[in-house]
């Protein structure tokens, strides 16, 4: 596994040459921030069959502790067991 972090579109030519060889045995996780929709980086990664992107946003205390009572409350704290 290779995780990269504070990445840019400077990156892709490095990310193609990994596809284009088929390495199929590896997992490159980018952490690039904000990637416009014109990034050159989210745009392949949008349209390659073998890869993909998940955004992420970074939530305030006050959100994760709203959503974890809302689930606790609804689940009445009901964790799967």
Do not use: Q
Not at 3 to 20: G, H, P, W
Not at 54 to 79: H, M, Q, R, S, W
């Amino acid at each position: 596994m290779l995780i990269i972090n504070r990445a840019t579109d400077k990156i892709l030519k490095f990310i193609k040459e990994i596809s284009e060889k088929g390495i199929d045995d590896i997992t490159i996780i980018i952490n690039s921030g904000n990637l416009e929709k014109k990034s050159k980086l989210r745009i392949y990664f949008e349209k390659e069959k073998n890869t993909i992107c998940i955004p992420f946003y970074n939530d305030e205390v006050k959100t994760l502790n709203f959503l974890a009572y809302n689930f606790l409350k609804n689940n009445k704290g009901d964790l799967g067991k």
